[in-house]
C-alpha cells in the first residue's frame, strides 16, 4: 500500500503563498501545510485555515531568514542588526552547538513560537522547520521536549531516496545533501522512538522550488511502498515580497491542481492522509475523486 502526503511549507509567509494553498487544498491534492507563525500573512492565513477543517496545519519553526516571534532584544545571538533571524545556518548551529547563553535563547523562541501556534486555535497537525534546520541535533532536541507538552504527534525527516529521484529525472547531489541524509535518517530513528510520526520517505528536496506538474506526476508513478510526504512551495505568482529567487512557485501550486498530478494519484492508487495519523483519510480520497472527475471529464 501506497500513501502519500502532499505538504506546502511557508504558510503565513504571504497572501500569494496563502491563497495558493488554499486553492490547492479545495481544488486539488493538498493535505497539509506548515504555519510560519510570525510570517508576515500569518492571520490571513489562520483565517483560511479555518474554513478548511480537512487541512492538517502544523508549525513550521522559523530560526533562520525571517522573523522571531520573540521581541528582537530577548534574542540577541539568534538574530542580526536588522532584527531578523541570522542567514549563517553553520555559524549559527555551531554557536547553539556551543554557547548555553545561545541555547536558552532558542528554547524561549521555540516556545514562543509553540504557543502562538497554540493562540490559534488550530489543531496541531506536525511540526517542521524551515530550511530542516530541525536536523541539528540540538534543535531537535529542544523542539522535541517544547513540543510534546504543546501536543507534537509528527514531524519530518527529509530522508529522500536518489534511485526515485533517479527514476524520473537524474539529478546530481552536492555532498552536503548525502551529510544531511545521514543526520535525517538518525532524526528519523530518534524521533520514532519517542512515538513521533514520521514518512517513511520524503521528496521535495532535490527539486526545491521546481515541483513541477511532469515531474511530480512521474514521481507519484514511482512512489515505494509506505508513506511518502511529497512538500511544495506554492503560490499564485514568482515574485511575491519575501519570494526566495528562482523559485517556480506558480508552477508547484499549478502542480497541486494539475489533471495529470490528480490522475496519477487516482491511477496508481496512491492514499491521501495527514502527517498527524491517517483519520479522515477516506474523506481525503473522495476529495481527491471528485476534483479528478470534475477536471478530467
Known amino acids: 500500500m501506497r500513501t502519500a502526503i502532499i505538504t506546502a511549507d511557508d504558510f503565513g509567509a504571504a497572501p500569494e503563498v496563502n491563497e495558493a494553498i488554499e486553492r490547492a487544498h479545495a481544488d486539488g491534492c493538498l493535505t497539509a501545510a506548515s504555519l510560519m507563525v510570525a510570517g508576515d500573512a500569518m492571520g490571513d492565513a489562520v483565517m483560511r485555515a479555518k474554513r478548511l477543517p480537512d487541512l492538517g496545519v502544523g508549525l513550521h ?6 522573523t522571531p516571534a520573540l521581541p528582537a532584544e530577548q534574542v540577541p545571538d539568534l538574530v542580526g542588526p536588522d532584527g531578523r533571524f541570522r542567514t549563517d545556518m553553520a555559524g549559527m548551529g555551531v554557536d547553539i552547538f556551543f554557547r548555553p547563553r545561545v541555547r536558552r535563547q532558542l528554547r524561549a523562541e521555540i516556545e514562543a513560537q509553540f504557543a502562538r501556534f497554540s493562540d490559534t486555535g488550530l489543531r496541531l497537525d506536525h511540526v517542521n522547520a524551515h530550511k530542516h534546520f530541525h536536523l541539528h541535533p540540538t534543535i ?35 555532498a552536503v545533501t548525502r551529510v544531511a541524509d545521514v543526520w535525517a535518517r538518525r532524526l528519523r530513528n530518534r524521533f ?7 514518512a517513511d520517505n520524503v521528496f521535495g528536496l532535490a527539486w526545491s522550488g521546481a515541483m513541477t506538474s511532469s515531474r511530480v506526476a512521474a514521481l507519484i508513478a ?11 512551495h506554492p503560490g499564485t505568482r514568482d515574485d511575491f515580497p519575501g519570494h526566495a529567487p528562482g523559485y517556480r512557485y506558480a ?5 497541486l491542481t494539475a489533471p495529470e498530478v490528480l ?7 496512491v492514499r491521501l492522509a495527514r502527517l498527524r495519523s491517517e483519520e479522515h483519510t477516506s474523506e481525503l480520497q473522495s476529495h481527491l475523486n471528485l476534483v479528478c472527475r470534475l477536471l478530467l471529464e
Open 61 to 66: 519553526l522559523v530560526l533562520v531568514e525571517g
Open 140 to 174: 531537535a532536541a529542544t523542539m522535541l521536549e517544547v513540543g510534546r507538552r504543546h501536543g507534537l504527534k509528527a514531524s519530518r525527516a527529509p530522508t529522500e531516496p536518489a534511485r526515485v529521484i533517479d527514476a524520473v529525472e537524474p539529478t546530481p547531489r552536492a
Open 192 to 198: 520514532r522512538r519517542a512515538g513521533i510520526a514520521m
Open 222 to 232: 514511482q512512489l515505494p511502498e509506505g508513506t511518502s510526504e511529497i512538500y511544495f
Open 251 to 255: 508552477d508547484e501550486f499549478a502542480a
Open 263 to 269: 490522475d496519477a494519484l487516482r491511477g496508481n492508487d
